[in-house]
């Protein structure tokens, strides 16, 4: 039976072209073996080889999961083998400087110039088509500034917080132990020591890593309140108490996480080492899973009133919130809550849905939730409308690698900025994009000691605190080229977008940047006057159908 299934595949004339590679190794495997057995030499191998493409081509014949090999045995194994290969050649060989994503080579190699020290002068002028749709550029000034302080920090800390914070311009945003190796972990907070900048723990937890060079720290709880949790997934105070000393600088919820918004999230069980687990309060060997949602609150006042329990557990620290933006009445509800139960935020950051994660579902990843800059024009003119831009500080994260994002970011309203992949990059990684598979070739995101052993803290360390400084550094060149001498002092009209070939504008004039409190005094005449009457203090959920028109959210508003 088996030999007429092997005829009948290879019987017909396009049956033998498609199972060429089989049939020669069967033509040539007794020659070899005759050979082997007459003459010594290399025929023994030969003899291996050609055994070898025998059996795994009767072996695709007959298996049943794959239709290409089974009519094309062994020869669809060699495209598997360059679709495996295709990253690589990509990488390396194919693609131009600024074609790589989600991070292209040139920024890849300008981080790594930095982190090592080497000069990241360009030659011969810009590469990049400046009259291309979607550019950006900064303005300069005919009498730039002499000097720029871009290690001045910026103190977060409301009257509500007795413990404020001074922040470097640019830090390591949230990733969690877990998703990051201990030795990517533990480099990183060595370099935030070194450099003087913070390290945010991500949702999973701080572990031991964290506290092992006495870097400043975020800590961040996400859905999962991994880290200070009971059993049941609940916030254990007493936990987050006990564990909030002298390195946790301030404290964080993350409300949505701009790769996959909306989605909590799950480390699989083979990654959950005990290690993990000790660190993240849950069992060892099995699947870890955010939840989507936070069971500690629901409404807005809900959550000042978690956030307001957080800092005071912490001893008066500053307590925040980091979101990516999606329905834009939900950041207006969270400024009614501030303004009716007079509970602050100490700080806002806002997350791009072009920011990086593990591993996310494609589809969250490319269609939602809001980019960057737009997400913090939305929260900075909600803080502005309402009045709170003064007490309330603001950060960005969201693909940020250079200073003329940095320079982006604070022109449209932010105060400092967090950056993840880069400073992956700083310490080995190289955009494999493994991250999810525990096979990270670098050790940066793997549990696998035999791979992390790749990665020295020392050295790492070391250029993560450079990358940062030299990143710094040029903002400083930035702004001075702007006549400037505080990078605070940039300003929406010194960022230009081009629309189209010959269509430039500054982004003022492209986004609407409200003025102070007109969100309170007349919000009809606004961009935002919907959004914001339609938004409650007590609930998420808007007041009236989004689709009704001005008129009649007016006439509901208590506002």
Same mark, same amino acid.
């Given at each position: 039976? #088996?030999?007429?299934?092997?005829?009948?595949?290879?019987?017909?004339?396009?049956?033998?072209?498609?199972?060429?590679?089989?049939?020669?190794?069967?033509?040539?495997?007794?020659?070899?073996?005759?050979?082997?057995?007459?003459?010594?030499? +290399?025929?023994?191998?030969?003899?291996?080889?050609?055994?070898?493409?025998?059996?795994?081509?009767?072996?695709?014949?007959?298996?049943?999961?794959?239709?290409?090999?089974?009519?094309?045995?062994?020869?669809?194994?060699?495209?598997?083998?360059?679709?495996?290969?295709?990253?690589?050649?990509?990488?390396?060989?194919?693609?131009?400087?600024?074609?790589?994503?989600?991070?292209?080579?040139?920024?890849?190699?300008?981080?790594?110039?930095?982190?090592?020290?080497?000069?990241?002068?360009?030659?011969?002028?810009?590469?990049?088509?400046?009259?291309?749709?979607?550019? *950006? +550029?900064?303005?300069?000034?005919?009498?730039?500034?002499?000097?720029?302080?871009?290690?001045?920090?910026?103190?977060?800390?409301?009257?509500?917080?007795?413990?404020?914070?001074?922040?470097?311009?640019?830090? /390591?945003?949230? #990733?969690?132990?877990?998703?990051?190796?201990?030795? =990517? /972990?533990?480099?990183?907070?060595?370099?935030?020591?070194?450099?003087?900048?913070?390290?945010?723990?991500?949702?999973?937890?701080?572990?031991? &890593?964290?506290?092992?060079?006495?870097?400043?720290? /975020?800590?961040?709880?996400?859905?999962? &309140?991994? $880290?200070?949790?009971?059993?049941?997934?609940?916030?254990?105070?007493?936990?987050?108490?006990?564990?909030?000393?002298?390195?946790?600088? *301030?404290?964080?919820?993350?409300?949505?996480? $701009?790769?996959?918004?909306?989605?909590?999230?799950?480390?699989?069980?083979?990654?959950?080492?005990?290690?993990?687990?000790?660190?993240?309060?849950?069992?060892?060997?099995?699947?870890?899973?955010?939840?989507?949602?936070?069971?500690?609150?629901?409404?807005?006042?809900?959550?000042?009133?978690?956030?307001?329990?957080?800092?005071?557990?912490?001893?008066?620290?500053?307590?925040?919130?980091?979101? %990516?933006?999606?329905?834009?009445?939900?950041? #207006?509800?969270?400024?009614?809550?501030?303004?009716?139960?007079?509970?602050?935020?100490?700080?806002?950051?806002?997350?791009?849905?072009?920011?990086?994660?593990?591993?996310?579902?494609?589809?969250?990843?490319?269609? @939602?939730?809001?980019?960057?800059?737009?997400?913090?024009?939305?929260?900075?003119?909600?803080?502005?409308?309402?009045?709170?831009?003064?007490?309330?500080?603001?950060?960005?994260?969201?693909?940020?690698?250079?200073?003329?994002?940095?320079?982006?970011?604070?022109? /449209?309203?932010?105060?400092?900025?967090?950056?993840?992949?880069?400073?992956?990059?700083?310490?080995?990684?190289?955009?494999?994009?493994? %991250?999810?598979?525990?096979?990270?070739?670098?050790?940066?995101?793997?549990?696998?000691?035999?791979?992390?052993?790749?990665?020295?803290?020392? @050295?790492?360390?070391?250029?993560?605190?450079?990358?940062?400084?030299?990143?710094?550094?040029?903002?400083?060149?930035?702004? =001075?080229?702007?006549?400037?001498?505080?990078?605070?002092?940039?300003?929406? &009209?010194?960022?230009?977008?081009?629309?189209?070939?010959?269509?430039?504008?500054?982004?003022?004039?492209?986004?609407?940047?409200?003025?102070?409190?007109?969100?309170?005094?007349?919000?009809?005449?606004?961009? &935002?006057?919907?959004?914001?009457?339609?938004?409650?203090?007590?609930?998420?959920?808007?007041?009236?159908?989004?689709? *009704?028109?001005?008129?009649?959210?007016?006439?509901?508003?208590?506002?």
């Amino acid at each position: 039976m #088996m030999i007429s299934n092997v005829w009948q595949a290879f019987s017909c004339r396009n049956g033998l072209k498609r199972a060429i590679i089989p049939l020669s190794a069967l033509v040539l495997t007794p020659i070899f073996l005759i050979l082997t057995v007459t003459v010594s030499g +290399w025929w023994l191998i030969a003899l291996g080889g050609s055994l070898t493409l025998l059996i795994l081509g009767i072996y695709d014949v007959f298996q049943r999961q794959w239709t290409l090999t089974r009519n094309y045995p062994v020869a669809a194994r060699i495209r598997w083998m360059f679709l495996n290969l295709r990253p690589y050649f990509r990488a390396y060989i194919v693609e131009g400087d600024e074609e790589g994503l989600p991070f292209s080579y040139e920024a890849r190699r300008l981080v790594n110039a930095r982190a090592d020290g080497f000069s990241d002068m360009h030659p011969f002028g810009t590469e990049l088509d400046v009259q291309a749709p979607e550019t *950006m +550029w900064l303005t300069h000034s005919i009498t730039p500034a002499d000097t720029v302080d871009v290690r001045a920090r910026i103190k977060v800390g409301t009257e509500q917080c007795s413990q404020p914070y001074n922040v470097s311009l640019l830090n /390591v945003s949230a #990733m969690s132990f877990g998703a990051l190796s201990a030795a =990517a /972990v533990e480099a990183l907070n060595k370099g935030a020591a070194i450099g003087g900048f913070y390290q945010d723990t991500g949702e999973g937890g701080i572990s031991p &890593y964290h506290r092992k060079h006495g870097g400043d720290l /975020v800590w961040e709880l996400g859905s999962g &309140y991994f $880290g200070t949790r009971n059993h049941d997934g609940s916030f254990n105070p007493d936990l987050f108490r006990d564990a909030c000393d002298d390195q946790v600088k *301030m404290t964080e919820i993350k409300l949505s996480q $701009g790769a996959k918004p909306g989605h909590g999230g799950v480390l699989p069980g083979a990654k959950v080492t005990q290690e993990i687990a000790s660190t993240r309060k849950v069992t060892p060997g099995e699947d870890c899973v955010s939840p989507r949602a936070h069971s500690m609150f629901s409404t807005p006042i809900e959550l000042l009133q978690f956030a307001d329990q957080m800092r005071s557990l912490s001893g008066g620290k500053p307590v925040g919130i980091k979101l %990516c933006v999606g329905h834009i009445y939900e950041v #207006m509800a969270i400024m009614k809550a501030m303004r009716e139960t007079g509970i602050l935020l100490d700080f806002i950051v806002v997350d791009g849905s072009e920011g990086g994660t593990g591993a996310a579902p494609l589809e969250l990843s490319n269609h @939602v939730g809001m980019p960057l800059l737009e997400g913090l024009v939305v929260v900075r003119n909600a803080l502005v409308g309402a009045g709170l831009r003064d007490k309330v500080r603001l950060a960005a994260s969201g693909k940020l690698y250079s200073a003329s994002g940095l320079a982006a970011c604070l022109a /449209v309203g932010a105060d400092w900025c967090n950056a993840a992949r880069p400073f992956m990059f700083s310490i080995g990684c190289i955009q494999s994009q493994r %991250c999810h598979t525990d096979t990270c070739p670098t050790g940066v995101t793997t549990q696998d000691p035999r791979r992390q052993r790749g990665l020295v803290v020392e @050295v790492q360390s070391k250029r993560a605190a450079a990358f940062q400084a030299k990143t710094l550094e040029a903002l400083g060149n930035i702004v =001075a080229a702007a006549g400037l001498s505080n990078p605070r002092d940039l300003k929406p &009209y010194h960022l230009y977008h081009n629309l189209s070939s010959g269509d430039s504008k500054p982004i003022h004039h492209i986004w609407h940047f409200i003025d102070e409190k007109s969100l309170i005094e007349a919000p009809e005449e606004t961009p &935002y006057g919907h959004w914001w009457l339609a938004a409650q203090a007590d609930s998420f959920r808007p007041t009236v159908r989004l689709d *009704m028109g001005l008129k009649q959210s007016i006439r509901r508003s208590p506002y």
